[in-house]
């Protein structure tokens, strides 16, 4: 018989690829002149990052779902802030790219991900030069190189807005280990959304007060409150689904289902905008750049392995070291099950990253997380 954990496993994982596919689509429906023909991106973000900060509030603060960490005015404003301002412009800049480009051809640049990580992780010393990693590189880049070429409909200007994005996004995530780790901070997608979306929303004020704010008055744009409700609940329900998934699966099954949300939105965007074409290039493209980043995560996941395996060795040194992830609470009264250790390489999270996703875990975190401070389900 099926036991029902592997059952929940699965549903969790199907909730997941269904959102993450969900609030793209929805995305790109939303700010399409086409469709829903509102074009004004910056203000669909701040929408979202506003009621992601109310909802975590009432779920920190007043339902005690999750408990927050130490907050201090020090580790605000020196990993906060910068966080919130990569992770503004990620978003700000890829829901930009809506605007120009298709689904499809957004999901395809967005195979260089690993190498827009990569690079920052080199740069900002957190990460090691290595042939095997750089050839890596190449492969997904050459792939992209090829679908874009075969891009029907390309636009330079879309191109540049997501690839900025990405490399916005890129930086946030070495950001994230550099800062968050070395105060030891334990985060989840609820917690973190909790500090960073407020701040978010006032990086997203300046460009929105002088970009589109002017514009907004000038067209007089009638709000649909309906439509805007259901498009940042769908967006706050990923980051839901995020925090359920990472309690039940390992990496190597976040970044299969990825891989597998990516071929399903290429064909679904196709069926629901009949104006995205794609062509054999861009197939032909796009698999060779998926093979590099399948096989960059397989070295980084040999890597992990490799890290693991002194500590898993020793008896003792296992046995203090998971004493010590049980015992140390930033905040003295941080439950374990309430949020994954911000740690690892912030390149291994670089082919699981989701539209709205703050935090995601990294192959380390993952093991860290199942291992040895439980399912998130036992709450």
Not at 239 to 262: C, E, H, P
């Amino acid at each position: 018989m099926i036991s029902r954990q592997l059952v929940l496993t699965y549903l969790y994982l199907l909730i997941y690829v269904c959102l993450s596919s969900g609030v793209i689509l929805f995305n790109k429906w939303v700010l399409s002149p086409k469709y829903f023909k509102f074009p004004f991106p910056i203000t669909l973000t701040m929408i979202h990052m506003a009621f992601s900060g109310i909802v975590t509030f009432f779920l920190v603060r007043v339902f005690k779902v999750v408990a927050p960490v130490k907050m201090t005015f020090n580790i605000y404003a020196t990993c906060v802030i910068p966080i919130s301002a990569f992770f503004a412009s990620s978003l700000w800049f890829g829901n930009t790219a809506y605007l120009y480009i298709s689904v499809a051809f957004i999901q395809m640049l967005k195979a260089l991900m690993p190498v827009a990580t990569f690079i920052m992780a080199v740069l900002c010393g957190t990460d090691k030069l290595r042939w095997d990693l750089f050839l890596n590189m190449v492969l997904v880049s050459v792939g992209v190189v090829v679908s874009s070429y075969g891009e029907i409909h390309f636009n330079v200007i879309g191109t540049l807005y997501q690839v900025t994005g990405i490399f916005a996004e890129a930086l946030r995530l070495v950001l994230t280990q550099v800062l968050l780790q070395k105060k030891g901070l334990t985060l989840n997608p609820i917690t973190s959304l909790y500090y960073i979306a407020p701040c978010s929303f006032i990086f997203l004020f300046i460009p929105w007060y002088l970009l589109e704010k002017p514009e907004m008055d000038v067209s007089q744009i009638q709000f649909n409150y309906s439509i805007f409700f259901l498009n940042a609940l769908s967006a706050f329900a990923l980051n839901i689904s995020i925090f359920l998934v990472i309690g039940r699966t390992g990496a190597v099954t976040i970044r299969v289902a990825g891989v597998l949300k990516d071929w399903i939105l290429i064909a679904l965007s196709t069926i629901i905008f009949p104006e995205s074409v794609i062509t054999s290039l861009n197939i032909i493209g796009y698999a060779v750049a998926l093979s590099g980043v399948v096989l960059y995560n397989y070295l980084k996941m040999k890597d992990v392995k490799a890290n693991q395996l002194p500590a898993d060795n020793n008896p003792d040194r296992s046995t203090k070291d998971k004493k010590a992830l049980n015992t140390y609470r930033p905040d003295n009264s941080m439950d374990n099950n309430d949020g994954t250790v911000i740690g690892g390489l912030a390149s291994e999270a670089a082919a699981a990253v989701d539209e709205e996703a703050p935090l995601i875990p990294s192959a380390r975190i993952s093991y860290v997380t199942r291992t040895q401070t439980g399912s998130f389900s036992n709450r």
